[in-house]
């Protein structure tokens, strides 16, 4: 009985630790993936900032031939 006692033991242990070595490895994973989707939305962001700015300079530029650019209205 004692030597049995001692296996269940040993085993119920030994499951404790592959337990908590998956459960580590998902978290990993899991961490891995948020880390991969957060750089995405990252280059996502930073594109959307640059196609805007480049619309900001086109405007701009627009804006600035209309007001060189002579009146048709003047005599």
Do not use: D
């Not at 990993?28 to 959307?48: P, S, V």
């Amino acid at each position: 009985m004692k030597t049995f006692f001692i296996a269940f033991v040993a085993l119920s242990l030994t499951a404790c630790g592959v337990e908590t070595a998956t459960t580590a490895a998902t978290v990993g994973q899991l961490k891995a993936e948020e880390a991969k989707q957060a750089q995405q939305q990252l280059e996502q962001a930073q594109q959307k900032i640059e196609e805007m700015n480049q619309m900001a300079t086109q405007r701009m530029q627009e804006m600035e031939r209309a007001a060189t650019a002579p009146s048709s209205t003047e005599p």
